[in-house]
């Protein structure tokens, strides 16, 4: 059973997903925004991270001992990756969404960060196994993908020819199920 809230030409499931239905494909957002308190912490964490960063440059130069230079150095390259993927996940929860188009002999599923993002292409032929993904309930990945400050703990997942495609991150239990619907009917309707 399909529970639609009709919102102009654009249908709702859930509070997160939009998709919009004719006789040519299905197309579906997920969008990926959290609660304004999460975001601010997701920022003032980006934030204190960046500080921390300068000072530890700061450092560098104040230092006048060779391996305290390259220690220094070497924490650097581990800061400016750890900052890499904070501002990945404030720019998904900021302004991501995984958008999935379904049409004749077609799936495009692309993971948008702030509209940016490689489509992948995967062939409706080759598409088998589409279901809910199963956690353990005492699954670390789950428990630590749950979370708003984190990407992942996808719900809904595929094989394709080339690979196993996870979609849905963070859904929740009654929505992935209802979107599960809507894929499994436009993946038999454009076969």
Known sequence: MLIIIEMSESKIIGKRIKFNRDSNQISISINQRVKPWQEGLIFAWVAVWVICGFFFVSQYF???????????????GFWLYLLFKAMQILIWRLSGSEDIVIQKDVLNYKKSYAGIGKVKKIEINSISNLGLVKYGEKSFKKSYESYFWSMGAEKIGFNSAKRHILIGMQLEDKDAKLLLELMNSGVKKFK
């Open 62 to 76: 104040i230092s006048e001992d060779e391996k305290q230079k390259l220690f220094i150095i070497a924490f650097l």
